[in-house]
């Protein structure tokens, strides 16, 4: 992505972020196992047509926040105690992840979650299983999804435990597609993949968001490349938010530029003499 893509990127947050608002969370806490703590009030706002990047190191909370939007945590003994999350202005706090399917919004699973013994086109129509719109309209998407991933449609007949870790993420991300969502939450896209491969990965979801109208909020320890693809991005730390912003602020920020994008100002110690505590207390002071 060049520099003129970038700002032309830019120049989208401002209307990105004054559109309809579509995912509200409002101060939610996260416990685990009845004792574990894991998310400390935390807020945040995903606006229609608009990607938003949640930011952070392993362990801040950003799965955990994917998860309790979509109604996963109770397989892994996790439960919201406060706060409240609406889709649309409704609580959705209480829906069945297939239900909140059925609404638009759609979780791709941290670790290129497949059916390795389908094949990967039956891979991606098991992504339309919610869907009462017609075998016609899911064909017509099956191919929309082959338009933005061709090299699926190569290994369509493939099995997808035999495919490349790059090629099951494509398929991941294509099955969350046949749902037809609204919104995507998407978890770690880059994990694992070569950095060619996450360059393709986030290329299709900016086309994604700028050709289909679907909204992302993506969960990505990598900021660099997050800032450069996101309209507005909140930070984590230790499972709260302490500093949001849109992209091109974020990526000016000098602790932002220190400590996540390995920038340093001249004169200024680096990351490993600075412990996350200090951090946190500069940012939220």
Not at 43 to 55: D, E, F, H, N
Not at 144 to 154: A, N, T
Not at 216 to 231: D, K, M, P, S
Request: net charge negative; charged share 25%; glycine share 10%.
């Amino acid at each position: 992505m060049d520099q003129a893509a970038t700002v032309e990127n830019d120049s989208q947050q401002g209307a990105a972020t004054a559109a309809e608002s579509l995912l509200e969370i409002n101060n939610i806490e996260v416990i685990y196992n009845h004792v574990i703590l894991v998310l400390k009030g935390v807020s945040l706002s995903v606006p229609k047509g608009g990607i938003t990047a949640l930011l952070g190191g392993n362990g801040a909370g950003k799965t955990t926040t994917l998860k309790a939007v979509s109604n996963l945590l109770h397989s892994e003994r996790g439960l919201v105690t406060k706060g409240s999350i609406q889709y649309r202005g409704n609580s959705i706090t209480n829906l069945s992840p297939s239900d909140l399917v059925k609404q638009g919004v759609v979780q791709v699973m941290e670790g290129r979650h497949c059916f390795e013994h389908l094949t990967v086109e039956d891979n991606l129509l098991t992504g339309a299983y919610t869907r009462s719109d017609g075998k016609a309209a899911v064909n017509k998407d099956l191919e929309m999804v082959y338009e933005y991933f061709p090299r699926l449609q190569e290994r369509r007949k493939s099995q997808a435990g035999y495919t490349s870790g790059g090629e099951q993420q494509m398929c991941a991300i294509g099955r969350a597609l046949m749902s037809s969502p609204e919104t995507i939450l998407l978890d770690e896209p880059s994990m694992g993949l070569a950095p060619q491969l996450v360059e393709e990965i986030f290329e299709i979801v900016k086309r994604l968001n700028e050709q289909e109208g679907v909204s992302f909020l993506l969960a990505e320890q990598n900021t660099n490349i997050a800032l450069r693809y996101a309209h507005y991005g909140y930070i984590l730390e230790s499972g709260r938010v302490v500093m949001d912003g849109s992209a091109s602020d974020l990526r000016e920020n000098p602790d932002v530029r220190e400590f996540y994008l390995g920038v340093a100002e001249e004169g200024k110690r680096g990351f490993r003499n600075v412990r996350s505590y200090r951090r946190r207390k500069r940012w939220l002071s």
